[in-house]
């Protein structure tokens, strides 16, 4: 299964963006059964959770530092992950990962998830 993170770029303080995730693979496979989650990396730091998501869309939460600001959000029909950012800040800038996660719900913690994508580069200018 690969994963394809896109969707990044470059916007002011207070702007938006909306990030997808898109599963391809094998014929038939899909990620509707998996938890997924999106985490970030900024320049000089480890990566960090930013919000995970049940295979249902049912469950879903948030890290402190987005809480309020960012919605995780999937449509399992067109095997597609979503993140939603508002009221960006300079501290949002990161490259953005999706990841699919070894079980139906996601994890705040990077070794529960299986697939990852490639990343996608998010600039938030003040």
């Known amino acids: 299964v690969q994963l394809q993170a896109f969707g990044g770029g470059l916007v002011q303080a207070g702007g938006f963006l909306r990030l997808s995730c898109a599963a391809s693979?094998?014929?038939?496979?899909?990620?509707?059964?998996?938890?997924m989650g999106w985490f970030r990396q900024a320049p000089g730091k480890e990566r960090e959770f930013v919000a995970h998501?049940?295979?249902?869309?049912?469950?879903?939460k948030s890290s402190d530092s987005v809480k309020g600001r960012f919605t995780i959000s999937r449509d399992n029909a067109k095997n597609t992950v979503f993140l939603q950012m508002d009221s960006l800040k300079p501290e949002d800038t990161a490259v953005y990962y999706c990841?699919?996660?070894?079980?139906?719900?996601?994890?705040?913690?990077?070794?529960?998830?299986?697939?990852w994508g490639q990343g996608t580069q998010v600039t938030v200018s003040s």
């Open positions: 990841a699919a996660a070894r079980g139906p719900y996601g994890s705040n913690l990077s070794d529960e998830y299986k697939y």
């Open positions: 693979g094998r014929t038939g496979r899909t990620l509707s059964n998996n938890g």
């Open positions: 998501i049940s295979w249902s869309g049912g469950t879903t």
